[in-house]
């Protein structure tokens, strides 16, 4: 079955810092999508940015770059620069089987201090 | 319209009574998507629409739980008899492709069954 795992519950980075949020994932799938999307304390689900599994680059939105490496079955979230509007829960997660529907991970809260 | 609109924004019931949900997809979106929030991080696929007919259903309670997206009218989700277990976040995505596209997800409704 197919499953998103995110190891981390909370992370904690300055202003200004770089942070990586850890996504790894099961499929026997051979095509799928993966996705992050952001949840500030306002509720909001946010798109981040989306990784294609045929896709051959790593996936870039301005601050947001995935870092996929596919024969670990991993698809780190990397933020550059991070602000304290970051500070929110991000999740993971990936397409199933069928293509019709998402499958979430629980989740890593940022924090982002000055 | 250019986002995903869902009401009412809360909804209060009593154990055993009727909750109806409504989402307005973004025009021009054929794919509806139905899920559920419970405690902030679990994210649970209910049930997904490719117009006005079911795409997915493998996530649906189906005792309790149903679904509908007409012509010209907001999908909609039902829960007949609410249960304390049902108290969530339910959020509506629509996405103008099936899979590997980014579903935009409405503001969510919070369901609390008393």
């Known amino acids: 079955a197919q499953k998103i795992t995110q190891t981390q519950p909370g992370m904690f980075v300055q202003e200004k810092e770089a942070v990586t949020l850890d996504c790894t994932y099961d499929t026997s799938d051979p095509s799928y999508g993966l996705f992050w999307y952001k949840q500030p304390s306002s509720g909001e689900m946010i798109f981040l940015i989306y990784q294609g599994s045929y896709d051959q680059q790593n996936a870039t939105e301005g601050r947001y770059s995935l870092n996929f490496q596919k024969a670990r079955k991993s698809a780190n979230l990397v933020i550059s620069a991070s602000q304290l509007g970051d500070s929110a829960m991000y999740f993971c997660a990936m397409t199933n089987q069928a293509g019709t529907a998402l499958i979430f991970g629980k989740g890593t809260t940022l924090s982002v201090s000055s | 319209g250019e986002e995903v609109a869902q009401t009412p924004k809360h909804l209060v019931r009593g154990e055993g009574q009727k909750a109806k949900l409504y989402c307005a997809p973004i025009k021009g979106h054929s794919y509806v998507f139905w899920y559920q929030q419970v405690l902030k991080n679990e994210f649970k696929f209910l049930i997904s629409?490719?117009?006005?007919?079911?795409?997915?259903e493998t996530g649906m309670p189906k005792e309790r739980f149903s679904a509908k997206c007409l012509p010209n009218s907001p999908c909609s989700l039902e829960i007949q008899a609410t249960k304390l277990e049902d108290s969530a976040v339910y959020f509506c995505a629509s996405s103008p492709r099936a899979s590997y596209n980014e579903q935009f997800f409405g503001p969510g409704t919070r369901l609390t069954v008393l």
């Open positions: 629409f490719q117009n006005e007919n079911v795409f997915d």
